[in-house]
């Protein structure tokens, strides 16, 4: 910008420069034509009339100042049977055409323009052409008198100003590159040192900080940005300690209640197996407490899960299996619930999906998005599909039960979140099935989606990589059911009346 600048500036200059000396060389030559020119018109009337072309001859050469300027006298029309053009040491077509039209056509006028003077040695120079009639009274002829002169002063004039011009151009240029440059040091380094520091910071690097230097306003930067990275690391340490606490506890206190659990088991087993020689009453207390164990139980696994999770100890054996034997076999353990909801399974699985995964934690997930659908499907087909390509294996449960909103999609895999916290479950579920499915799809590399649509079902996606060396670019299956849309535009129809 300053270059961009620097360069209108010079040209403005410039151009005044050069009119103004221009300006000054053209009154100036103007004053000494019209005095020549006078000059010759009285010479020539008071010679002799028989010898007008010897007289104007002598009187050209004679009024020619080489340095100064150079006289080139041309007859006009007809004017004298022996009318000669004298052009001296002048070459004639320095005089330019436009000029001679304007001084033939007009006997009265002063006129000029710049041209570039030939000389007949070889020479050329830029110059100022002024030129007027001359009438011969004796005879009545008309000649063109052109005056050339010379402006090699003006130029070497110019030469000297443009070239102080580009020099202090260049030098002020170099000196506001070297201002520029300090001036974002000054302002640049502290930035790419706070760069560096923020992302140290973000890579773990708590302790690191900023250098604080002077007390200007990057110094004050500086203060405020190591207070945050203070308070920062104190809250993410503080964070640290309490989740190492918290999973801590939970790992305790599971472990903790293995023994009690054991020994309450072995009493509640013990009773159940004699519940028959008991009252009504007391044998439904019995069966009670015997599914309430098996929920606590439950829950004592799963927790004991989230710790290892928690703690980055959970490892995977993997084995090539075919997804569908793994349907088949959830299928099978909710037969039984399938028979009591009333529920239709239907399989969209027509070639076989294998894929290295872990089976047990692939069963697991599998077991908890079918166990989901079966309870909230509200008797409506539930439909299984899978599908693969050259990365990636795939598995689909969609149900048409209750559904959820779409900014609860992410909150169905929070840990005890229920979308309806007074909603009777008939399963037994612990709250934490879908939040272990997700890390369980995790730990594959892979991953696990939702939708929902509210009392239109839900729809889960399992993603896995078919070899552990794989990372993930998509999914064989679509992120929405292909009902979806249908169902949408059906409501769509229905809001407007259609039929």
């Known amino acids: 910008m300053s270059t961009v600048v620097l360069l209108l500036v010079g040209w403005v200059m410039m151009s005044q420069v050069t009119d103004g000396v ?85 006997d009265t006028k002063l006129w000029d323009t710049y041209t570039v003077i030939q000389y007949t040695d070889g020479r ?44 202090a151009g260049l030098l002020l240029v170099v000196l506001l590159g070297a201002v520029a440059w300090l001036v974002t040091r000054q302002v640049v380094t502290p930035v790419r040192m706070a760069r560096r520091i923020a992302e140290r910071l973000a890579a773990g690097k708590l302790e690191e900080r900023m250098q604080v230097r002077g007390t200007d306003d990057l110094a004050r930067l500086a203060v405020s940005f190591n207070k945050m990275a203070s308070n920062l690391q104190r809250q993410i340490r503080r964070l640290e300690d309490l989740s190492r606490l918290q ?12 023994t009690p659990l054991t020994t309450v088991r072995m009493a509640a ?13 007391s044998r439904r207390s019995v069966e009670l407490l015997q599914n309430e164990l098996n929920r606590f139980e439950e829950l004592l696994a ?23 034997d793994i349907v088949s076999r959830v299928l ?13 399974v239907q399989l969209d699985m027509p070639e076989p999906c294998r894929a290295q995964v872990d089976a047990r934690r692939i069963e697991r997930i599998l077991r908890n998005l079918i166990g989901n659908a079966i309870e909230h499907s509200e008797g409506l087909p539930i439909l299984i599909s899978t599908a693969y390509d050259d990365d990636a294996a795939a598995v689909a449960v969609r149900d048409h039960g209750v559904g959820f909103r779409a900014e609860e999609a992410e909150m169905v895999f929070s840990r005890f979140w229920r979308a309806d916290p007074a909603r009777a479950r008939t399963t037994g579920g612990t709250g934490l099935g879908l939040s272990i499915a997700l890390e369980d799809a995790r730990l594959h590399g892979g991953r696990l989606d939702a939708w929902g649509s509210p ?31 249908r169902v949408i535009t059906e409501k769509s129809l229905v809001d407007v009346g259609a039929p």
């Open 332 to 344: 099978e353990n909710h037969e039984t619930l399938l028979e009591r909801k009333g529920c239709e």
């Open 247 to 258: 999973r801590r506890f939970v790992s305790d206190v599971s472990h903790e209640l293995r």
């Open 455 to 485: 009392g239109e079902g839900a729809y889960f996606r399992l993603t896995l990589p078919r070899r552990p060396d794989v990372a993930l670019a998509g999914s064989p299956l679509p992120a929405r059911p292909a009902d979806a849309v």
């Open 124 to 167: 050329s120079a830029p110059g100022l052409v002024i030129g007027s009639q001359l009438r011969v009274d004796s005879t009545r002829d008309k000649y063109a008198v052109y005056f050339l002169f010379p402006l090699t002063a003006q130029q070497e004039t110019l030469d000297v100003v443009q070239r102080a011009l580009v020099t």
């Open 22 to 106: 221009l300006e000054s060389r053209r009154i100036s030559a103007q004053a000494e034509a019209i005095a020549q020119l006078n000059s010759l018109t009285r010479n020539i009337n008071a010679a002799d009339s028989t010898a007008v072309n010897q007289q104007l001859s002598q009187l050209v050469l004679g009024s020619n100042r080489p340095g100064l300027y150079d006289v080139v006298l041309s007859p006009i029309g007809n004017s004298g049977s022996n009318a000669v053009r004298y052009t001296g040491l002048v070459d004639s077509d320095s005089v330019p055409q436009v000029l001679e039209s304007s001084v033939n056509s007009n």
């Open 269 to 281: 087993d013990l009773l159940h197996e004699t519940r028959d020689q008991f009252d009504p009453m």
């Open 302 to 324: 799963d927790l004991l899960e989230i710790s290892r999770f928690d703690a980055g100890a959970a490892n995977l054996d993997l084995e090539d299996v075919d997804l569908r």
